[in-house]
């Protein structure tokens, strides 16, 4: 590990002095312990234990160590935390290098972390950018879900998982790690491994923050009207404790802090002196005048009667007018206990069965017939919004993209389609079975030729349209699936990430579950279940057909009534069929593989689950299920060797018997008479799972030392003896098993350095140099073997790797003779370089030579004094690491600027600026403006960097305006407020230049003197419009503001005055004023204590202003951003009370059009919690 890891725990915050944001986040789990709560990123067992500032007992990340522990078995897992407040997710963040490199060190220390035991790293913060936000949390979600390093990085290439945002932090995280990792680089095991185990939390714990807020309900629940005053106790406490580097129990809370968290025994009244002195009267609707109408409602559910084609369709099914029908309906809706429910236009059956159940016998054969035409021609209209490309369809309103019908019709249908299925016996007036075959006819013409886009537009309602004809549906998916191209492929080729994804399978996946209840579906549905899984792509959603699959199979949790032997027979169907389906089902139906279950989708109609189920299962059924799973996966394992390590890697996982059977047949002469390269992966299994164990044999879940001794000795009849195979584990992954759990881990480290080189040295006897090269297709990490050999190694090594392999496009021998190369300058320094050089070697070898030792001037010198006018061929390829070097950067700035890599050249300027270095202001203009067009990767860019040395040119005296302006005009999609980025220089000159601000109004809006013209703009013309509406969008510098905050009227009378007589020449003067009026939401207050300084009220109050006006109430009104919706409609009264007041404020000094403004406003803002109230129904205060 590195020895020069930063001390997290400062003086400040060690001794409690640090800010308040880390108290009140430690305050958070201790109030989560107090009420029972569980952990974030831990297993949903109760918090037994918090530890503050843990340093003293070897964590590194050590401001919050959370212990939770599962009650029945004692298992205990572990939260590890680091609390950063502000922080940046960027290579050149410091507190965010500091987190990792604790992180790492303890990701490595086997004494406090175990990623089997399901600890959690976890890097707490408070609220992130938008893009660390929306990049990173996504990006630890891929590594949490991979199947492992491999899946991973094919993930992580591929674009329809993962963004180059995403990419991007995927080298900050892998920067970062390396520094912590002695410099050398990581492995993709490695990176992954560590990534599933780290964890990001963001916390808004602003004293008006969500999170408070809901902190301080749930301590409501305990302590009424006593919220506050016990979020202080509590704090106190732990901040008391966290000064004291303490810990934190139950028992050890004060008394009178822990006792207002007791819960308070519910007594009810004893059901003998419950006497029921009231009679409810339930109305029979079967009488009522308008029961015909009624019964036609029955069948429709609901709809929307501002839609036309809704109103359509219910005149089919009533036989008369819509405006006939529906007057009749709303003298129903009047009646007391109506069955009707009437809100915004959206009318619905309050209960649909019983209202089905009353009125069933007045729908007759011709009803059903006229039902069957409309539930078919509503059900098989294809949603518009996939016309769209994928990544706009969550916008699809505003492209015009919707559904003909309505969303409450097409449910209101499809539920009725599942009530004739289902309660058919209801409808006594209509012919023996037709009902049932209604809905059978009706589901087989709905799927007739469906397409995908069919499929993915029934979405939701799949479960429903299901239920009410199994059988035709099962037989539709199933003919679905036959088909070439199966539709099924497109679904899951439309799947996205992010906001704006949707996985438009899942509504099938619904459908099949809930036919996969009853026991005579299972079967059929799981062999679906296996085609669709088969076929699966994999993505970033959870809702996945083999997951659907383990939770219906889940031995603990079954979602099925289908009996043991059902269950068993669907698995062995399965491996008929699809036999790496089936394989994968078994390895995740081994005990602990899944601890946790959401359940799947229950019917809603149909009575499938008894009304007495529980799910509940014995021990007994719990070992009949694993144990025939186990003995199942080992027999179908034999004679494959991928699949017997994956079994070997689930040793502890299997039943005695199934146990047994695998090391019988590992250790028999079949497995014995392999070929030794083929079965020397078994071998290297079963010595890393018995490695494992002895390392940890301490915790619980460790075996016996009696079972570790027979998987010894099994291993040992597979011990290869073709020393490449043998020692191959020496050089694999981090070699965490190599390292003891408890003992000094840098002696250790180095004595596995010892052991490699001892092995390497054998090799070399045995084989020479070529057997090392073989031995690289061997092992993970080629970097391990050439640093290893690198410190051993002589001259005639040397002859034999150089130059031979340095300029080789081999994957494997890239990193090896780079490691080696390193490793052979940190043992014998330069002078070995200034040795080795020999005269025969190419110009391109000697470039890539140097291309492996440190980014230092000496490594430069020699360059160019070797290479001369050849040292492009370094400057193109060479990493960049400006933190090996002590001495200026400017040699190699200039040199990566000349030779087309401007992006590495900015991140070596970022340096200098970090170093508070003096800016060389031409060479750092050159380097931005040439990255513009740069041909460099673009995950090389760093935009935390750029904005950082924007930054730092803005504030610098010496940098022109002509360069500022380039620099911001070129960057300005990166000055939007995120880095504290701005362009600060155009800002100001919108504010100062009225010439300039009138000439990018007119880049972006068209005269309204010049008539729409059908020319498609140029691309160079769009992005100049893009870039100018930007400037003007996130303009904030009001006209007449001073560098001071000081707002100058005669400086604003007389930029208005320019503007206004310029724009109204060039027919953009509405435009201008909208602007305007917009970036006046930012002028200072008065010294008279008025909202805004009186010389712009002065103007915006005018007759003729009432565009600037419209536009400062817009501003006013979008400034409030993305913000949680409060069902009480609190949040807009009390914007509505604030502009009122200001109104007031703004008509009494003499200003009335404004206020006038300013009412409408508030108004607005009344009307907005006026339909919040409404649509969440709250019965509060109105």
């Known amino acids: 590990m590195n020895d020069n890891s930063k001390q997290i725990s400062n003086s400040a915050s060690t001794g409690g002095l640090g800010p308040h944001f880390e108290n009140r986040v430690q305050t958070v789990f201790s109030i989560l312990m107090l009420a029972g709560g569980f952990s974030p990123c831990l297993p949903t067992w109760p918090i037994v234990k918090i530890k503050f500032q843990g340093k003293y007992q070897d964590f590194e990340t050590d401001d919050l160590i959370v212990y939770c522990k599962e009650p029945n078995t004692g298992k205990q897992a572990k939260l590890i935390g680091q609390i950063k407040h502000s922080v940046k997710i960027t290579k050149g963040n410091e507190k965010f290098g500091e987190a990792m490199q604790a992180a790492w060190q303890d990701f490595n220390n086997a004494k406090v972390f175990s990623a089997a035991s399901k600890d959690a790293i976890v890097l707490i913060c408070g609220p992130l950018s938008a893009m660390d936000t929306n990049s990173v949390r996504p990006l630890l979600e891929q590594a949490k879900y991979s199947e492992n390093a491999e899946d991973f990085i094919k993930r992580i290439e591929r674009a329809i998982f993962t963004s180059n945002e995403q990419r991007k932090k995927l080298d900050v995280f892998r920067s970062h790690l390396q520094k912590a990792n002695n410099n050398i680089e990581l492995t993709d095991e490695e990176l992954w491994r560590f990534l599933k185990s780290f964890h990001l939390l963001i916390y808004d714990l602003d004293t008006k923050g969500v999170t408070l807020s809901l902190l301080h309900t749930l301590i409501e629940q305990y302590s009424c009207n006593n919220a506050n005053a016990l979020w202080t106790q509590i704090y106190e406490h732990v901040q008391w404790v966290s000064e004291n580097a303490g810990y934190i129990t139950i028992s050890s809370i004060p008394e009178e802090i822990s006792s207002a968290f007791k819960r308070v025994p519910i007594e009810v009244i004893p059901a003998d002196f419950v006497k029921d002195t009231t009679k409810i009267i339930i109305k029979d609707w079967n009488y009522h005048p308008n029961a015909p109408e009624l019964a036609i409602t029955s069948i429709i559910g609901s709809w929307n009667e501002n839609i036309a084609p809704d109103k359509a369709i219910i005149s089919q099914l009533a036989k008369e007018e819509y405006s006939n029908w529906i007057f009749k309906l709303r003298d129903v809706l009047q009646q007391p206990e109506s069955p009707l429910a009437l809100k915004n236009g959206i009318w619905s059956v309050k209960d649909r069965q019983i209202l089905w159940q009353t009125l069933g016998t007045r729908i007759f054969d011709d009803n059903l017939d006229i039902f069957k035409k409309c539930v078919v021609t509503v059900l098989t209209e294809r949603d518009p919004k996939f016309e769209l490309p994928k990544e706009d369809r969550f916008a699809a309103s505003m492209y015009g993209k919707v559904l003909k019908y309505s969303n409450q019709l097409r449910k209101g249908l499809a539920e009725s389609l599942s009530l004739l299925g289902c309660y058919p016996t209801v409808l006594t007036n209509c012919s023996f079975k037709k009902a049932e075959s209604v809905a059978a006819l009706a589901v087989r013409e709905i799927f007739n030729d469906a397409d995908w886009i069919l499929w993915a537009s029934l979405g939701n309602l799949l479960p429903l349209i299901a239920e009410a004809a199994p059988g035709e549906f099962l037989k539709a998916v199933e003919d679905t699936l036959q088909q070439r191209p199966c539709p099924f492929d497109n679904i899951f080729a439309q799947e996205g990430s992010g906001v704006a994804g949707w996985n438009y399978l899942t509504g099938l996946l619904w ?493 972006v809006y068209r005269s309204k003197h010049t008539p729409k013209t059908e020319q498609e703009p140029t691309e160079q013309e769009k992005t100049i419009a893009t870039n100018a509406w930007r400037l003007l969008h996130e303009w904030r510098t009001p006209p007449g503001i001073q560098a001071n905050g000081y707002f100058d009227g005669i400086h604003f009378e007389k930029w208005l005055k320019e503007t206004w007589n310029v724009c109204n020449e060039t027919g953009h003067l509405e435009v201008a004023l909208s602007h305007i009026g917009k970036v006046l939401l930012y002028c200072p207050a008065d010294p008279c204590g008025l909202w805004i300084n009186k010389a712009a009220a002065e103007v915006l109050n005018r007759k003729d202003a009432e565009k600037m006006r419209d536009g400062l109430c817009l501003a006013i009104f979008n400034s409030r951003g993305v913000h949680a919706v409060d069902p009480t409609g609190k949040p807009e009264k009390e914007l509505a009370q604030k502009y009122r007041q200001q109104a007031n404020e703004t008509e009494n000094v003499g200003f009335h059009r404004l206020a006038a403004s300013l009412r409408g406003l508030a108004d607005s803002y009344d009307r907005e919690a006026n339909r919040i109230i409404d649509e969440y129904n709250f019965e509060g205060e109105a």
């Open 511 to 1003: 459908a099949l579950e809930t036919l996969a209840w009853e026991e005579t579906f299972l079967i059929r549905v799981s062999v679906i279940f296996g085609e669709l899984a088969n076929r699966d792509p994999g993505g970033n959603w959870t809702n996945r057909p083999s997951n659907s699959l383990r939770t219906i199979l889940l031995p603990w949790h079954p979602q099925t009534i289908a009996t043991i032997e059902k269950r068993k027979i669907v698995v062995q169907t399965l491996e008929k069929e699809f036999p790496d389906v089936a394989w994968k089902l078994l390895l995740s139906l081994l005990p602990n593989q899944h601890q946790m279950s959401a359940g799947t989708h229950k019917p809603v109609w149909r009575n499938s689950i008894p009304k007495e189920w529980t799910g509940k299962v014995s021990n007994k059924e719990y070992w009949e299920q694993v144990s025939f799973y186990a003995a199942f996966a080992v027999e179908k394992a034999k004679d494959n060797v991928d699949r017997l390590n994956a079994l070997i890697r689930n040793l502890d996982n299997l039943s005695k018997p199934a146990f047994d059977t695998l090391l019988t047949y590992l250790s028999s002469d079949f497995i014995t008479e392999k070929p030794e390269d083929t079965r020397v992966c078994l071998w290297t299994g079963l010595i890393e799972f018995t490695a494992k164990h002895k390392r940890l044999s301490d915790t619980e879940w460790a075996l016996d030392s009696s079972l570790i001794a027979i998987i010894d000795e099994v291993a040992s009849k597979l011990e290869p003896r073709n020393l490449l195979n043998l020692y191959a584990r020496l050089f694999n992954g981090r070699g965490l098993n190599l390292y003891k759990k408890n003992g000094d881990w840098q002696e250790q480290q180095k004595q596995v350095e010892e052991r490699r080189q001892q092995a390497l040295k054998l090799i070399l006897d045995y084989g020479g140099i070529d057997a090392v090269i073989s031995f690289l297709n061997r092992v993970d990490s080629p970097s391990n073997v050439g640093n290893s050999l690198g410190g051993i190694a002589d001259a005639l090594i040397d002859a034999k790797i150089l130059p031979t392999y340095l300029d080789s496009n081999e994957k494997r021998l890239q990193p090896f003779t780079g490691a080696y190369v390193w490793s052979r300058y940190c043992h014998n320094g330069w002078d070995w370089v200034d040795n080795t050089i020999a005269k025969n070697w190419s110009k391109s070898q000697i470039a890539c030579f140097h291309t492996f030792l440190p980014f230092t001037l000496d490594t430069w010198q020699r360059v160019s004094s070797i290479l001369s006018d050849s040292e492009s061929l370094y400057w193109k390829q060479t990493g960049i690491n400006p933190y090996q070097s002590d001495c200026e950067l400017n040699f190699a700035i200039d040199k990566l600027i000349k030779y087309g890599r401007p992006h590495a050249a900015i991140d070596c300027i970022y340096k200098g600026i970090h170093d508070k270095k003096p800016l060389d202001t031409p060479t750092i203009v050159n380097a931005l403006i040439s990255a513009i067009s740069s041909q460099e990767p673009s995950q090389s860019m760093d935009t935390y960097h750029i904005t950082e040395i924007i930054k730092a040119l803005q504030d610098n005296n010496t940098t022109t305006s002509d360069d500022l302006f380039r620099v911001e005009w070129a960057y300005l999609p990166l000055l939007d407020g995120h880095y504290d980025a701005t362009p600060k220089y155009l800002e100001n000159r919108l504010a100062t230049d009225s010439t300039f601000f009138c000439e990018v109004i007119r880049l």
